[in-house]
Antibody, heavy 125, light 110 residues
Framework: QVQLVQSGSELKNPGSSVTVSCKASGYTFTRNAINWVRQAPGQGLEWMGWINTNTGNPTYAQGFTGRFVFSLDTSVSTAYLQISSLKAEDTAVYYC??????????????????WGKGTTVTVPS | QSVLTQPPSASGTPGQRVTISCSGSSSNIGNNAVTWYQQFPGTAPKLLIYSNDQRPSGVPDRFSGSKSGTSASLAITGLQSEDEADYHCAAWDDSLSGYVFGTGTRVTVL
């Protein structure tokens, strides 16, 4: 079955970096983009951006440029999220989610269909 | 910050019908389909409704979605105790060229 397996929880010092991995299985990795979504403690979901798994081209949402980098290793069907210069406000659960969007004639239908279980990143203040 | 507005909470007794609203604008809900996710505490969101009113296989038919103009709704009919969770709406936003999520609604079964 289709699944996304994420790496384990991380406890990092302020100013350091962290890399979260998201390994896909059960489908052809390069056919669907991978989205990254953040959920801060007690807060809602926030879209960070996505990466085209066919071209490797990343797109970052407002507020997620500069310190955030999306990358791929298609040989192992894995997407990565790297966050540098970590701050206390980066403390959150980070999810990867497969993009299930499709087109019917001239209309696009955007949605994320399969989610990883999330990776908790904790940065003490 | 969330672009789509949802009520923070909703509740009902077992068997009742509960509806959750999701309000947006012409750049998101008004021009794109709405998705709904269900999230239990400490777990990842799960796809519940896509393309406004489509249920993935395995989602009970007591969950239904609809959209009108710049608003959307999720209805749960025949509310069950296992429906107690957070529900998030989402849509593509043409102005932002990205996904936007709702503020989230916690459903409580009384």
């Amino acid at each position: 079955q289709v699944q996304l397996v994420q790496s384990g929880s991380e406890l990092k010092n302020p100013g350091s970096s962290v890399t979260v991995s998201c390994k896909a299985s059960g489908y052809t990795f390069t056919r669907n983009a991978i989205n990254w979504v953040r959920q801060a403690p007690g807060q809602g979901l926030e879209w960070m951006g996505w990466i085209n798994t066919n071209t490797g081209n990343p797109t970052y949402a407002q507020g997620f440029t500069g310190r955030f980098v999306f990358s791929l290793d298609t040989s192992v069907s894995t997407a990565y999220l790297q966050i540098s210069s970590l701050k206390a406000e980066d403390t959150a659960v980070y999810y990867c989610a497969r993009d299930g969007s499709y087109q019917v004639k001239f209309n696009y239908y955007y949605y994320m269909d399969v989610w990883g279980k999330g990776t908790t990143v904790t940065v003490p203040s | 910050q969330s672009v789509l507005t949802q009520p923070p909470s909703a509740s009902g007794t077992p068997g009742q019908r509960v509806t959750i609203s999701c309000s947006g604008s012409s750049s998101n809900i008004g021009n794109n389909a709405v998705t709904w996710y269900q999230q239990f505490p400490g777990t990842a969101p799960k796809l519940l409704i896509y393309s406004n009113d489509q249920r993935p296989s395995g989602v009970p038919d007591r969950f239904s979605g609809s959209k009108s103009g710049t608003s959307a709704s999720l209805a749960i009919t025949g509310l069950q105790s296992e429906d107690e969770a957070d529900y998030h709406c989402a849509a593509w936003d043409d102005s932002l060229s990205g996904y936007v999520f709702g503020t989230g609604t916690r459903v409580t079964v009384l």
